[in-house]
């Protein structure tokens, strides 16, 4: 019989602004992003959060998306060096989604940009040590610039009633914001970031809170306007991020693999002319070509219950093409669907598989492409 396993919380994993009324909200599992706590699940299960998400509004506290603050006259400079992805057009006001790549053209991290000035970037990072990163080719590229971890934590309102909720705290000027672009607005007497963005499928908004002291504040101030929207604590939630092809680092891929199996093409153009870490690897692997590649499964039998665990994919029930890195039972598409790295001769959408679930069990599936179709 398995025994209850704790979390010991040492001060090496830190807790958030909002992590008391995330407790008070009745949080029943925590896990650890950049060495902060970031809340996993309520009260509810994760079918009953899927649809209050895709119906409603929900408030998630998402501090564990750290920011790298790079400033200073090679702010650009720096910044474009660690990105296959151009930001010579950047807009102040602007989210860029990015891949960070290492000399190999391995990811290490695939985090949004956030251009706050013409030499003052955020970079909202995934769960890898992107500040580090930074700093080291900053130092030996000998950049003037200054590279922090700002009083930043971040505060997402996701659901199809959240413009409607931030309106009626923020005003008018909220439906102003286009998708991945901020502005900026007066909180309690500060001047707060305001994204339009969110680590789901629904519309949704992210609050860049500076300052420790105000997040309490917050909190209270949208979950008591909430209350007229139905709104709820909730988390990113895996059944709404895998439906929407969101990729998860860590869990979906790593540095060993590249951005093209990632599918992010778009943002590396095997041509590009600036230079970054990592090009010369990336133009071979864009000249020779990938062996494998993330695509959709959809696969049949029970539901699915998330699992900590890949699954192995079969073709033939013997030759293994891949493995399920995220997988859930979609309760909307009343199928099992799951993210897979699935090797280059399989990729096409129509080939049957199969997949070996945590029971033991072969279940019959096909590949499909991403995001699945409503």
């Known amino acids: ?45 994760i079918e009953e959060d899927y649809w209050h998400l895709r119906s409603h509004v929900q408030i998630w506290d998402v501090s564990c998306q750290r920011q790298v603050q790079v400033s200073g006259p090679d702010a650009f400079k ?13 807009k102040i006001g602007k989210c860029f989604y990015i891949p960070i ?16 000035d013409e030499d003052m970037f955020w970079i909202s990072i995934a769960d890898s040590d992107i500040l580090l990163w930074a700093k080291g080719i900053a130092l030996g590229s000998n950049f003037n610039v200054k590279i922090i971890e700002p009083d930043v934590y971040p ?40 994204a339009r963005s969110g680590y789901s499928k629904q519309d949704g908004f992210e609050i860049y809170l500076k300052g420790f002291e105000m997040g309490e504040k917050l909190w209270d101030v949208i979950f008591n306007a909430g209350k007229e929207y139905n709104i709820s604590p909730g988390c990113p939630n895996l059944i709404d991020r895998v439906e929407a092809g969101l990729l998860s680092y860590g869990n979906d891929f790593t540095k060993e693999n590249n951005p093209f199996e990632c599918n992010l093409e778009k943002y590396c153009n095997g041509n590009s002319i600036h230079d970054f870490i990592g090009k010369d690897a990336l133009r071979k692997i864009h000249s020779e070509g990938i062996k494998q590649k993330i695509k959709g ?40 669907v799951g993210l897979s790295m699935i090797l280059k001769d399989y990729w096409d959408e129509g080939q049957k598989l199969q997949v070996e679930t945590s029971d033991g069990n072969m279940r019959n599936g096909i590949v499909t492409s991403l995001p699945f179709s409503e």
Do not use: W
């Open 297 to 336: 499964i959809i696969f049949d039998g029970d539901p699915c219950k998330p699992t900590g665990k890949a699954l192995p994919v079969f073709v033939n029930k013997n030759v293994k093409i891949g493995q399920v890195t995220s997988g859930v039972y979609s309760p909307r598409l009343k199928k099992n």
């Open 1 to 45: 019989m398995k025994k209850n396993i704790k979390l010991n919380m040492s001060r090496r994993i830190r807790r958030t602004p909002y992590t008391n009324k995330v407790e008070q909200c009745g949080v029943s599992d925590f896990t650890v992003v950049n060495h902060m706590l970031l809340p996993k699940g309520y009260k509810n299960s």
């Open 101 to 116: 790549i290492d000399e190999n053209a391995g990811m290490i991290n695939d985090p949004v940009l956030l251009k706050l």
């Open 78 to 90: 720096l910044v474009q060096k660690i990105t296959p992805r151009s930001i010579k057009d950047m």
């Open 155 to 194: 505060l997402a309102i996701q659901g199809p009633k959240a413009e409607s909720l931030m309106t009626s705290i923020f005003g008018e000027e909220i439906k102003k914001i286009r998708f991945f672009n901020f502005k900026i607005f007066n909180f309690l007497g500060t001047k707060q970031i305001i």
